[in-house]
């Protein structure tokens, strides 16, 4: 099979997963995205069959050979699209933190894959046949859905086969994203924990899990009744008793932020695997914080009022703050 085309861009969204009570289950897509360019690339000489050029977030850490992870993805996808094996340049814009919980690797995998399938194929993303790949590629498919389908987004795996289900968002839902200057490897956070939890804290947990796409979801197009408001939904869905407190050591500033924010009654949670700590709020719209100005803040008060309240745990360490929306896309190509 030839390829259809001769240059592919890329762009693919980090994304947070677990949302505290949802391990291994949820993840959510943010407004913060990777660029690739993947052009194939008949100038390399014999020695090389791929140039790799990063700016941004690991450009001085990262390989540039066929280790790279979105070039071994790339490589695995263009075998079971159909691809011969391309000799291509990759020049990648990078936003997205290494190896802090925002799905770095996985958004890496979702980009190789979601290139080679539009190398191989004209149209549309075939979103579900880049999703089963990329999660089998992957392993765990938490992050790898939101990344690819955007939103938010329940995972599970029956047998060999990975599944997911797509629910969409407020778009008045925005997140604070608290990353700080040191890494925590998954394998390392996974090692923490025990091989069982107390059946109430099991039970804890999917009772939360079952509130997020509530939470997050629009309620205007659901049928939900509740006398909890938005942000209590979001608080209370964001609870966790199984995986959080025994990573906490790992990454005690972190777990100290999340702690912190909890108290004051925003939902905060430690993003993926860690080390950064993600916070979830509604921002009002103008309108309603006009109409009942007691009750309701905007995005720049609820932003600020985050900050404030994380500002003395900032010490120490070079954190740097993110205010996003979420990512209701996934990722996207275009061809040339």
């Avoid at 995998?109 to 191989?120: C, E, L, M, Q, T």
């Amino acid at each position: 099979m030839k390829p259809v085309c001769n240059s592919v861009s890329v762009c693919v969204p980090a994304t947070s997963a677990n949302l505290g009570s949802g391990f291994d289950v949820a993840g959510i897509a943010l407004d913060y995205a990777d660029s690739l360019v993947f052009t194939l690339d008949d100038s390399l000489d014999d020695s090389q069959d791929v140039r790799v050029i990063i700016h941004g977030e690991g450009e001085n850490t990262l390989p540039k050979d066929e280790t790279h992870l979105v070039v071994s993805a790339f490589r695995k996808a263009c075998e079971a699209f159909g691809l011969p094996r391309l000799r291509f340049t990759l020049e990648a814009h990078n936003r997205i933190p290494q190896a802090r919980g925002m799905g770095s690797s996985a958004s890496a995998i979702v980009a190789g894959v979601a290139a080679a399938w539009a190398f191989a194929h004209s149209g549309d993303l075939n979103r579900q046949a880049i999703f089963e790949l990329a999660a089998a590629i992957e392993g765990h498919p938490d992050n790898v859905a939101p990344a690819v389908f955007g939103g938010l987004t329940t995972s599970w795996k029956n047998g060999s086969e990975f599944h997911t289900v797509r629910y969409g968002v407020s778009k008045q839902i925005r997140a604070t994203i608290f990353v700080p200057n040191f890494t925590l490897s998954t394998q390392m956070a996974r090692q923490a924990l025990p091989e069982k939890v107390p059946y109430a804290d099991a039970v804890f947990n999917v009772s939360r899990a079952c509130l997020l796409p509530i939470a997050f979801g629009d309620s205007a197009d659901s049928c939900v009744k509740s006398t909890l408001s938005r942000n209590d939904l979001l608080f209370t869905a964001t609870q966790d008793a199984i995986h959080q407190p025994y990573r906490a050591s790992l990454m005690q500033p972190t777990w100290d932020l999340v702690k912190a924010l909890r108290d004051k009654g925003f939902a905060a949670a430690i993003s993926g695997a860690g080390s950064c700590a993600a916070v979830f709020y509604e921002e009002k719209s103008q309108a309603s914080v006009e109409e009942n100005n007691a009750t309701n803040i905007s995005k720049k008060t609820v932003a600020a009022e985050i900050e404030k309240i994380a500002k003395p745990l900032l010490v120490g360490c070079d954190w740097k703050i993110l205010h996003v929306h979420v990512d209701s896309i996934g990722v996207a190509i275009t061809r040339e």
